[in-house]
C-alpha cells in the first residue's frame, strides 16, 4: 500500500512537472514570437510611413491641379495618389494589430491580419482606383472641358516623381536586405509575398511612377493636338494599370490567406530531418504550410523506435543496481510492479524526445512558429 502512494506521489509529480515545464516553454515562445514581430516590423512600419506621407503630399498637389486646369489624366493620378494613400492608412492598421499576442480566440496569434489589410488594399484600388477612373474618362469624353496650364501640370508631374521614388527607394532597399537575410533573390522575396505591405508599397509606387509617364505623355497630346482624346485614353490607361496592381495584391494575399505550402525543398527538409533522428523509425503525413509572413505551420505522424528510446532511459539508470533488484525478487507481483514502474519512466522519456525533436526542428528552421508531431 505505502509502495501504491508513493508511486501514486511520484506521478503526480511529474505531470505537474510537465505542465510547468510547457507553459513555461509556451510563455518563452510567445515572448520571443512578439519580440522578433516587432523587430521585423520596424522597417516595415518606415517604409509605410514614408509612402504615405509622399501619397498624401502627392494627393493635395495633383487635386490641386486638376481643379484648376482639368485633364481626365490628372484626375486619375489624384484618384491614384488617394487610393495609395487610403491603402497606407490600412496596412498600418493590419501590421499593428497583427503584433498582438496569441489568445485562446486565435492560439495562432493574428500576423495573418497584415495579409488581411493587404487584400482590402487590393479590394480599394481595383474599385475605387479603377472605378473612378473609367467613370470620369467616360464623362470626359462625353462632355469635354477646356483645358488649362501644360506647365503648371507637368511641373506637378515632376514633383510627384520626385516624391514618389521615395517610397520605392525605401521599398526596394528593405525587400533587398530581408531577402539577403533570407536566402533569397530579390525576386524569390517579392514572389513568395513573406511581406506583403512592402510588396504593395513596391507595385503601388512602381505603378505610380509608370501612371505619372502615362498622364504627362497623354496629357502633353492633348494639349498639342487640342483634342480631349489622348487625356481620355491615358485616364483610361492609368486605371488598366490600377486595375494590375489590384490584381497582383489579391492573388499574392489571397495564396497565403487559403493556407499556401512552404517551398518543397524546404518541405523535403524539414522531413529528412525528422527521418534522421535516431528516436524516429517513420515519418508519415507531413504537413507544412504558412500561416502569414515568413512563419509556417508544420505537421507530421511520425513512428518512434522503442529500442531507441528503452536506451535512452537506460542510459539514466544503474544497471547493475537494476539486475541486483531483479534478483532479489521472491515473486511475479515483484517484477510486475518493477515493470509499471519503469515503463512508465519510458513513456515519459518518449514526451521528452519528442519535445527534444520539435526543438531541434525549430532551431534549424526558425520560420516554424507550431508544431505538430503526433506518435504513431
Not at 505542465?19 to 523587430?39: F, H, M, P
Not at 491603402?87 to 488581411?116: C, E, F, R
Not at 470620369?136 to 506647365?151: D, I, K, M, R, T
Amino acid at each position: 500500500m505505502r509502495e501504491q502512494l508513493r508511486r501514486e506521489e511520484d506521478a503526480k509529480r511529474r505531470s505537474t512537472w510537465w505542465k510547468a515545464l510547457r507553459v513555461e516553454n509556451e510563455d518563452r515562445e510567445s515572448t520571443e514570437q512578439s519580440e522578433r514581430i516587432n523587430k521585423e516590423i520596424a522597417g516595415v512600419r518606415k517604409t509605410i510611413g514614408c509612402a504615405f506621407l509622399a501619397n498624401f503630399i502627392c494627393l493635395v498637389m495633383k487635386t490641386r491641379i486638376w481643379i484648376l486646369h482639368g485633364s481626365s489624366s490628372m484626375f486619375a493620378e489624384a484618384v491614384h495618389s488617394f487610393v495609395d494613400t487610403l491603402n497606407q492608412g490600412i496596412m498600418y492598421y493590419g501590421i499593428v494589430k497583427s503584433t498582438k499576442k496569441p489568445d485562446t480566440l486565435h492560439p495562432y496569434g493574428y500576423v495573418t491580419l497584415k495579409h488581411v489589410s493587404a487584400l482590402f488594399s487590393g479590394a480599394s484600388i481595383f474599385f475605387i482606383g479603377v472605378g473612378l477612373s473609367w467613370y470620369h474618362a467616360f464623362q470626359v469624353y462625353l462632355n469635354p472641358e477646356p483645358f488649362g496650364c501644360l506647365s503648371s501640370v507637368l511641373m506637378s508631374l515632376f514633383c510627384s516623381f520626385g516624391l514618389e521614388i521615395c517610397p520605392l527607394v525605401a521599398a526596394c532597399t528593405e525587400i533587398r536586405s530581408r531577402a539577403k537575410d533570407s536566402n533569397m533573390t530579390f525576386r524569390e522575396y517579392v514572389k513568395s509575398g513573406i511581406e506583403p505591405n512592402l510588396n504593395v508599397v513596391l507595385w503601388e509606387d512602381t505603378a505610380a511612377i509608370a501612371g505619372l509617364g502615362i498622364a504627362a505623355s497623354c496629357i502633353t497630346a492633348s494639349h498639342y493636338f487640342a483634342s480631349p482624346l489622348p487625356d481620355v485614353f491615358g485616364s483610361i490607361m492609368i486605371g488598366g494599370l490600377l486595375g494590375q496592381v489590384a490584381n497582383l495584391i489579391l492573388k499574392a494575399n489571397v495564396k497565403i490567406l487559403t493556407g499556401v505550402s512552404v517551398p518543397n525543398k524546404r518541405s523535403y527538409e524539414m522531413t529528412q530531418l525528422l527521418e534522421s533522428d535516431r528516436c524516429v523509425s517513420t515519418v508519415h503525413d507531413v504537413k507544412a504550410i504558412r500561416i502569414g509572413g515568413n512563419e509556417a505551420k508544420f505537421k507530421a505522424e511520425i513512428g518512434i523506435d522503442g529500442r531507441e528510446i528503452t536506451r535512452e532511459y537506460l542510459q539514466s539508470q544503474d544497471l547493475d543496481a537494476l539486475y541486483k533488484q531483479i534478483q532479489s525478487f521472491e515473486s511475479p507481483q515483484e517484477l510486475e510492479e518493477f515493470i509499471l514502474e519503469h515503463g512508465e519512466h519510458v513513456i515519459d522519456m518518449i514526451g521528452e524526445q519528442v519535445n527534444r525533436i520539435e526543438d531541434r526542428l525549430k532551431k534549424e528552421f526558425p520560420e516554424i512558429r507550431h508544431i505538430d508531431l503526433e506518435v504513431n
